[in-house]
Each structure stands twice: as structure tokens, then as C-alpha cells.
């Protein structure tokens, strides 16, 4: 399944790096969302990126987060696992701009492209299924442990979305975070226990 997302974004999202008029109407823009009810947009714009780079980095995050998630949710819910993947997937694409579309969606020139809170929902779900994990940086030798690293992110994306000095969607960082976080919960409480009972181990 994460093959697939992987696959079908990167398709997607290089057809619309080729052509402007694509990535125009795939692009999350609330003012069309709320004016012109082109809904599909709380969607589509996770399948395109701002560019190859961009594109690269949340692929490679969502390959390297995903299958541990993937994994826990095989082992708990079985036939179920994939289902709950999505709805984990999807759920982290929509949940992550609501805010953006209440701020915005009287503004025709906000825009925004990229799975990247969806991808921070996954990254979240593997932190509470496993804190003990550690998270590489580029370029950085040292893991940081994922629970300390989910902090760090909360703090760093709610500092940088109250700036709004950049063109990246702090905004949507934190609530896919936030999203990963609950919805992993809701799915088994029991992982909550789980969670807490690892950070005893691991500080």
C-alpha cells in the first residue's frame, strides 16, 4: 500500500511539475473549495509537489515511516490493517488543512501543494506505536529518539505557522501531527498504554 501512494503521487505530481494547468487545478485553494465547491481540492493537492525535491523528501518519509506503521496495524487489526492505514492516509490530507480553509477561504491567492501532512499524520502514528524508535536527520549521524523528535517538531511547526515567513504549510505539519496522534489512539486505546509504558523504558 505505501508502494502504491508513493507510486500514484510521484505519477501525479510529475505530470503536474510538466504542466502548469494541471498543477492549477489539483492545488488546495480554499477560495475555489468555498466558492466555486471544488472539493476534490481538500484532496488532490497531496498528489503534487512544489517540486522534485519536495516531492522526494515527503516519499522518502512516507517510505521510511510508513511500513513501520503499516506493520503494527497488520498486527493488530489484520484484515482490517490496510483500511485503517487509509483512513490514517486520508484522514492526515484533509484534517491537516482545515485551518488554512477557514483562514483562507476568502483569499484567492492562498495556495498550497504537497502530502506533507499526511505524511507527518504517518510519522506521528509510528512515534505513538514506537517512541523507542530513533529518527535520522540528513546529514546528522546521531538519532534522535522519535518521542523527543515529535516534540520538537510540535513546538518547532506551531513557532513557524505563527510567523508565516515562508511558503511551507507549518500550518499543515502540526494538525497531520496532531491527526496521527488521535487517530492512532481512537483506533486502540491500548496504544496509548503502550506508548507510555515505552518512554518508561526508554528514559
Known amino acids: 500500500m505505501v508502494f502504491i501512494i508513493i507510486i500514484l503521487t510521484a ?15 489539483l492545488r488546495f485553494n480554499a477560495y ?4 466555486n465547491k471544488e472539493w476534490y481540492r481538500f484532496f488532490s493537492y497531496s498528489l503534487v509537489h512544489a517540486d522534485y525535491i519536495h516531492l522526494f523528501i515527503n516519499m522518502y518519509v512516507l517510505y521510511s515511516f510508513g511500513g ?16 485503517n492505514f487509509l483512513l490514517l492516509y486520508i484522514g492526515g490530507i484533509i484534517f491537516s488543512v482545515l485551518v488554512d480553509y477557514s483562514k483562507n477561504k476568502d483569499n484567492v491567492y492562498y495556495n498550497a501543494v504537497g502530502a506533507s501532512g499526511a505524511v507527518s499524520a504517518i510519522v506521528f502514528s509510528s512515534i ?8 535520522f536527520l540528513f546529514f546528522i549521524p546521531i538519532g534522535i529518539p522519535s518521542a ?18 515562508d511558503n511551507i504549510g507549518h500550518n499543515a505539519h502540526f494538525w497531520g501531527a496532531i491527526f496521527g496522534v488521535v487517530f ?3 483506533l486502540k486505546p491500548k496504544f496509548a498504554l503502550m506508548f507510555l509504558e515505552q518512554l518508561k523504558t526508554i528514559f
Open 11 to 25: 505519477i501525479v505530481s510529475i505530470v503536474a511539475l510538466n504542466n502548469p494547468l494541471t498543477m492549477d487545478k
Open 32 to 35: 475555489f473549495i468555498k466558492h
Open 68 to 83: 513501520i506503521v503499516l506493520t503494527f496495524f497488520k498486527y493488530y487489526f489484520g484484515g482490517k490493517a490496510i483500511i
Open 128 to 135: 505513538i506505536l514506537y517512541p523507542g524508535g530513533k529518527i
Open 148 to 165: 523527543i523528535f515529535g516534540i520538537l517538531y510540535l513546538v518547532y511547526s506551531a513557532y513557524m505557522a505563527r510567523q508565516a515567513k
Open 184 to 186: 492512532t489512539i481512537i
